[in-house]
């Protein structure tokens, strides 16, 4: 008897296992959705406009700490700070609007 105890509680396991299984094969099959994948070149312009918003956000950055090396400079009277103040100035304006430059330029 014990023997055919065991016996019906594994073919009972087995079977929920057989049942599991197969609800998921056909879940997995029947509940499929179709994806449309995004042009190559969409992808690679929204890459350009991620890339482009970083180099703009240094450059402000850039122009900003170019903006504190001037008025230390004017404050101190330290000629080489203001030249270096406004370099720094013009090459975060230049670094802020690269794209809108070529894009003029193209």
């Not at 016996?7 to 197969?22: D, F, Q």
């Not at 094969?25 to 509940?31: A, F, G, I, N, Q």
Request: without cysteine; aromatic residues 6%; charged residues 15%.
């Amino acid at each position: 008897m014990k023997k055919q105890n065991k016996l019906e509680k594994v073919t009972l396991v087995l079977r929920r296992v057989k049942i599991a299984l197969v609800s998921m094969v056909l879940m997995m099959s029947l509940m499929t959705n179709t994806v449309l994948a995004a042009s190559p070149l969409d992808t690679i312009n929204s890459l350009s406009d991620f890339i482009f918003a970083a180099i703009k956000a240094i450059g402000l950055i850039l122009l900003g700490f170019g903006i504190v090396q001037i008025g230390l400079s004017l404050k101190s009277h330290d000629a080489s700070q203001r030249a270096n103040g406004f370099l720094t100035f013009f090459g975060g304006v230049i670094i802020a609007f690269a794209k809108d430059i070529l894009d003029m330029i193209m």
